[in-house]
């Protein structure tokens, strides 16, 4: 079912945006589309998982794709809200000498973030400040050579910050860079967690 709730932003994608927005003079409105990459730190045998496909694989997978929407008020302040998932793989995990496969590691997020904008080239191009919290539900899951199977499942709240720049070349919609830097670590890998997203935006 999330899967597609998610797919809904991008099927409005195709709708001609409303004159000046849905919103309009109250508020800017938009639709986000971003594809991420996880970036786990390397202080843990845990953490160091990567992407278990390419990019062409994940984006068929809807992976590493988070979709959601944005309303900007008074041209300073914003609000976020997208959902995304990912998957990692990994051939060890701390304490574990006998895998009969790689363990997997998958995620499924949803992200509530306020946003401060602050102007480099009206209506062209600005930086941004972003702060907020993560839902996430985590799945670890791995096999042994005796055939038992583990799987950890768990949700947590984690804080996270971010900054980013979004240009604006025709006016309207917006193509934005972001990094995210949560705090505290993702339990179940022991690892923290900061997570790149390149997007586009669209006013409707």
């Known amino acids: 079912m999330k899967k597609y709730f998610a797919i809904l932003p991008l099927v409005l ?19 986000t589309v971003e594809l991420g990459k996880a970036v786990l730190s390397r202080d843990s ?4 998982f990567s992407n278990t496909s390419g990019a ?6 809807f992976e590493d794709i988070a979709v959601g929407g944005n309303i900007r008020f008074l041209k300073k302040f914003g609000v976020n809200v997208n959902w ?21 590691y998958k995620a499924d997020q949803i992200n509530y973030t306020g ?7 009206p209506t062209r191009a600005e930086i941004f400040l972003e702060a907020g919290v993560a839902s996430i539900g985590n799945k670890l899951n791995y096999s042994l050579t005796d055939g038992t199977k583990y799987q950890k ?31 505290g670590k993702i339990g179940l890998l022991d690892s923290n967690y900061t997570q790149i997203r390149l997007g586009y935006l669209k006013s409707f």
């Open 84 to 104: 995304s998932k990912t998957s990692l793989k990994n051939d060890r995990v701390s304490g574990v000498n006998n895998l009969s496969s790689s363990a997997k």
């Open 115 to 121: 946003l401060y904008y602050i102007t480099l080239i």
């Open 45 to 48: 045998v845990k953490s160091d």
């Open 56 to 61: 062409i694989e994940a984006i068929r997978q």
């Open 153 to 183: 499942n768990d949700r947590e709240v984690l804080g996270l910050g971010g900054v980013g720049i979004q240009i604006s070349p025709l006016g309207g919609d917006y193509i934005r860079l972001s990094l995210h830097k949560y705090v």
């Open 13 to 31: 994608f195709l709708v001609k945006p409303a004159f000046g927005g849905i919103l309009s003079p109250f508020a800017d409105t938009f639709l």
